[in-house]
């Protein structure tokens, strides 16, 4: 069984979604929990792909395809998980602020915090801070997460924190934000609680927060 849940880790890492299917398939078929199936095979490789990149070993393309492996190998989990009620770590809205259609960024952090365990609602790319604000208050989300390309769309993120103020749930969640031109500074002068670089920074810091 070990070897099973080893294989599927190692293929997570190599991004090899259709082996990933597969397996997973072969793990349930096998009678593995599907809770260790999700913690062993595919949220742990997932933290060894965040690793790798810090270190330089991995770049975005090895990250991504990685990734979508783990996603791949979720879906497959997924109906198995709701049966077995088996909580995640969290709830995260995120989207790319309005006026900015940019998302591989975005993608990529939502995917990672997938494989880390978080359950995610992506509003996809230029939502209105009203949007964020709702589907955060409906969803009972506990983290808010943005992205912005552009140094004309960043002021946007301002207004989604304050959309979240207005509809009562902005001490309810924790609000990160990301995106090329945003900086630490930025985050602290919004009122925002965090900022992440990159993609496996934004796992970490969403961790942090407990």
Known sequence: ???????????????K????????????????????????????PMSIVGARFECGEFYVPEMLIAARAM???LAVLKPHLSKG?????????????????????????????????????????DVPPEKFASVARESG??????????????KNMKSVIEALEDVGVRQKVKVMIGGAPVTEAFAKEIGADGYAPDASRAVALAKSFG
């Open 85 to 125: 009620g088996v909580q995640m770590r969290g709830k995260v809205v995120i989207g790319t602020v309005k006026g900015d259609l940019h998302d591989i960024g975005k993608n990529l952090v939502a995917m990672m915090l997938e494989g880390a365990g978080f359950e995610i609602i992506d509003l996809g790319t």
């Open 17 to 44: 979604r259709a082996v990933v299917e597969a397996k997973v398939r072969e793990a349930l078929e096998a009678g593995l929990d599907p809770q260790t199936i999700l913690n062993e095979a595919l949220i742990a």
């Open 1 to 15: 069984m070990q070897t099973l849940l080893a294989e599927i880790s190692e293929n997570v890492i190599l991004g």
């Open 141 to 154: 989300a506990n983290l808010v997460g943005m992205s912005a390309l552009l140094t004309t769309t960043m």
């Open 71 to 73: 996603q791949a190998g």
